[in-house]
């Protein structure tokens, strides 16, 4: 079905300038790139309104195309220069530091009428400057302090987005307010121009909060409504509300979860011990609490009433009884060690007294071993000798034999002492055993009262968080209402966004093409209708850089927290078809009419031949090729 004309449609000449505005509150003046103090690289005018950086292809065969002339590297420095904290990926500062050490860039940053200036390294230097009132050469040929970039970006969130910064999503809000809004201002041509939250490509590895946060799509999304003053404050109170309500619910629903399942566990450990009732589950409490306090009253009965002392005695006597059992088993183990040594003992000895008696018998009978003739009498000293040495060790053996027999003695007694211990450890084994299966089934009969406790007790926790988890719901509801409401208050700016959008794709694509912006719940939508709803790559493209343009009408109507300054990198090469690309530029000089003056700066680089119109030095500020490399951004091979 056809899409009924847009009664409240408007065109471009129905936006009307913010009143006693004669410029853009931000632009870049200036951009200078520095070999080294004194020795200027490039030196790039820009102005208020359209400004294009051309890197044409040379449509010939072999011959390199404008891609890599550095156009991008020229955005980054922009960036760079309004406050970004990086200006290219890890491999492309190593590059530049590598071929130009001693570099610098700076910028002509004018806000509100006020020039800044700021200068900043590309090269090995680590000095950051910027204040007001200084002119580029004078500031970086004089003694340059290392100011850092900071006091530029507070001075642009307080005097553009003072109100939105404290209520941003980011980590520092007063501090990364800026940077935020300038990865929307000017997106990585990386993004291809794919969503309109999407600012920052991972792999330009910027150092953008947006990037460096993972900023949620909701997340982006309030930076945005804040920024287009579509975001009240009291929406946000009850968004948060709204989150904190969403939170307990989840917490309340996985206690349920968790309460459902004790509840089943309990169950069944309930009707393995007593059965169940199962056609009046809304008796089984009570009846397993009667059947729980009977089998407890049972038990008791059956148990002794002094059965714990009886087991706590038992188990030290016990453990007495095992203590006895390895004092009694050590000293057997020293006897029998000592009965060891001894009888080892009692073989030497035993077979010295033999040589010794061998000896006296020999000394008794004194015979010359050579000629067997009888030895004199003075061998009678020696023979005495020897019957001394027999005799002593027939005493050692004596001796031995008789501490041998005592060992053996105490040896017998521990044995039969270790037997009535070990006797007696059975028999309190035997009784412990006895008292503990009777505590068991006591212990048991206690728990079945636990768990039919427990039971009841977590019945009424999971009614309780029925009720709980209800009222949350009606609460979210109530918040949720709210929203909605307040965000149908902040409607007149979205529908003063979705109408400058449409006249955009109006102009852009003169073919009846009509195109709207809402916002809801599940977030920012953009449709482009031309003969029906279309989304295909290239017309996102095309919505994508129609909202951008959007929001910098809205800025021009002063309208927003923003300033009139974007920069679209190669919106050509994001399938953005040919005819809309020449309106592009058509667009961006109808826009310098506004005013008597131009009331904005809109860089555009591209690859593909700007209209005839726009080919020259009003227009177009930096002419780049990727060769020779003295036509490249830094006339270096990099």
């Known amino acids: 079905m056809p899409r009924q004309p847009d009664l409240l449609a408007i065109n471009l000449d129905d936006v009307r300038p913010e009143a006693g505005r004669s410029g853009p509150r931000l632009w870049v003046r200036r951009l200078v790139i520095w070999r080294a103090v004194g020795d200027v690289i490039r030196d790039i005018p820009l102005r208020p309104g359209l400004n294009i950086v051309w890197s044409p292809d040379s449509g010939r065969p072999n011959e390199p195309m404008g891609h890599g002339g550095g156009k991008t590297s020229f955005c980054r420095l922009l960036r760079y220069c309004l406050g970004e904290d990086s200006y290219g990926s890890h491999i492309q500062r190593e590059l530049i530091a590598d071929r130009i050490p001693d570099g610098y860039v700076g910028a002509e940053v004018m806000l509100d009428g006020v020039q800044w200036c700021v200068v900043r390294p590309i090269g090995t230097g680590s000095r950051h400057y910027c204040a007001e009132g200084l002119e580029l050469d004078t500031a970086l040929s004089g003694d340059m302090p290392n100011t850092s970039i900071t006091p530029l970006r507070k001075a ?63 997340d982006r999304l309030v930076i945005v409504r804040l920024l287009i003053n579509a975001l009240r404050a009291d929406e946000t109170t009850a968004t948060d509300a709204a989150r904190k309500l969403r939170e307990e619910i989840e917490a309340a629903r996985a206690q349920q979860r968790r309460l459902e399942w004790l509840i089943n566990d309990l169950r ?30 049972a038990t008791k009965d059956a148990v002794p009433p002094d059965q714990t002392a009886k087991l706590r005695q038992a188990r030290q006597e016990k453990a007495k009884a095992e203590n006895d059992i390895r004092a009694i088993d050590g000293k057997i183990s020293v006897i029998d060690g000592r009965l060891t040594e001894k009888d080892n003992l009692k073989r030497v000895v035993d077979n010295s007294r033999a040589k010794k008696h061998t000896h006296v018998a020999d000394a008794q009978n004194p015979v010359c071993k050579t000629c067997g003739r009888k030895l004199d009498e003075a061998a009678i000293a020696y023979i005495a000798e020897r019957q001394q040495e027999a005799d002593d060790a027939s005493k050692d053996l004596d001796n031995l034999v008789a501490e041998i027999g005592g060992l053996r003695k105490e040896q017998e007694s521990l044995k039969l002492e270790r037997a009535m211990a070990t006797q007696s450890l059975t028999a309190l084994s035997s009784a412990i055993e006895k008292l503990e299966e009777q505590s068991a ?27 709980t988890i209800a009222g949350l719901a009606t609460r979210l ?102 005819s809309i690309y020449n309106r592009l530029f058509e667009l961006g000089r109808k826009m310098e009419e506004f005013g008597s003056a131009p009331l904005f700066q809109y860089i555009v680089t591209t690859t593909t031949a700007p209209p005839e119109p726009f080919r020259n030095d009003q227009w177009v500020k930096l002419e780049l090729h990727g060769a020779p490399r003295e036509q490249r951004l830094f006339m270096e091979d990099l």
């Open 477 to 578: 509801a109530t918040e949720n209402q709210m929203i909605t409401e307040l965000r149908r208050s902040s409607q007149d700016v979205i529908s003063r966004l979705s109408q400058l959008f449409d006249a955009s794709l109006r102009f852009l694509v003169p073919d009846n093409a009509q195109g709207a912006i809402t916002l809801d719940e599940d977030g920012l939508h953009l449709s482009l209708h031309v003969g029906g709803e279309r989304s295909t790559a290239a017309v996102d493209s095309l919505k994508i850089v129609a909202f951008d343009l959007a929001a910098l009408l809205l800025t021009i109507e002063g309208r927003t927290q923003l300033p009139a300054f974007l920069i679209h990198d190669s919106p050509r090469e994001a399938d953005l078809g040919r």
């Open 268 to 297: 069944e450990g309930l009707i393995d011990a007593f059965g169940g009732e199962a056609e009046n589950p809304a008796t089984q409490p009570d009846f397993w609490g009667q059947q729980a306090t009977s089998k407890l009253k």
């Open 156 to 218: 642009i969130t307080s005097a553009l987005m003072d109100e939105a910064a404290n209520r941003m999503p980011l980590a520092h809000p007063r501090d990364d307010a800026w940077e935020a809004a300038l990865a929307w201002l000017s997106r990585d041509q990386e993004c291809r121009l794919r969503d309109p939250l999407d600012w920052r490509a991972a792999q330009t590895q910027s150092r953008s909060p947006s990037r460096q946060r993972q900023l949620s799509d909701t």
């Open 441 to 467: 089934k006591l212990a048991e009969a206690w728990g079945h009262v636990t768990m039919t406790t427990r039971y009841v007790r977590h019945l009424a926790e999971l009614e309780r968080s029925t009720t």
